[in-house]
């Protein structure tokens, strides 16, 4: 069963605090993403990675970093989190950059106090 | 840069009968088109993906694209409660995945 994982699920932290959020895939997929979702918006994404230590920008990729050093595990860092960094996070996984099918996680629900 | 806007808002339809989703986008040269059903608190599914003009169906879910119009709608056959979730429209181009244009989606409730 193919299956993409976030965790945590839910967050809370106080601004000013760094933030990890974890995402896993179990298919090897090559290209993983990050993306956000907010209330009238439709997902947008931070950051993009096609392999290994070979990460994009997306379109929003202020005040995010990304980690990749599995291909099956990717992370989005907040470094000193802000408070409209208020979000549900979203990662997807596909077998590579083109036209293939995204695979997306639960989500992680993140507040910023 | 691509602008997808995806209509009604919300949509509410007794189960059984047929919901309509719509989605218009403003590149035209647009040639990947897919509607996702997100249940609350859980990720994105894909239902289908269609590539050129015409119909592509997926069990219940049928899609129709009009790219000449900038159109592309879901139609879901015999809804059941279950189906009710957030749909959502994603265009893309030749780049792929990279360039992804999501809608705000339409929240779709099917009454018993």
């Known amino acids: 069963d193919m299956k993409v994982t976030q965790m945590p699920r839910y967050l809370i932290k106080r601004m000013g605090e760094n933030v990890l959020l974890e995402c896993g895939q179990d298919m090897s997929h090559e290209t993983m993403y990050w993306y956000r979702q907010d209330p009238g918006l439709g997902l947008q994404l931070i950051y993009i990675s096609y392999d290994v230590d070979s990460n994009s920008e997306g379109d929003i990729p202020k005040g995010y970093r990304v980690s990749r050093k599995k291909r099956e595990h990717f992370s989005l860092i907040l470094d000193s989190a802000k408070t409209n960094q208020t979000s549900v996070y979203f990662c997807a996984s596909s077998w590579d950059r083109g036209q293939d099918t995204q695979y997306f996680g639960p989500g992680t629900r993140l507040l910023v106090l | 840069q691509q602008k997808v806007q995806q209509s009604p808002e919300s949509l509410t339809v007794s189960e059984g009968a047929m919901a309509s989703l719509n989605c218009t986008f403003s590149d035209g040269t647009s040639n990947n088109f897919r509607w996702y059903r997100q249940h609350s608190a859980k990720g994105l599914e894909v239902l289908v993906s269609i590539f050129s003009d015409g119909e592509k169906e997926e069990g219940r879910f049928t899609a129709h694209l009009n790219r000449a119009n900038l159109h592309v709608s879901l139609h879901i056959r015999e809804p059941q409660p279950s189906d009710s979730a957030v749909y959502l429209c994603?265009?893309?181009?030749?780049?792929?995945?990279?360039?992804?244009?999501f809608g705000a989606g339409t929240k779709l409730t099917i009454k018993p």
């Open positions: 994603a265009v893309s181009m030749n780049y792929g995945n990279e360039k992804i244009t």
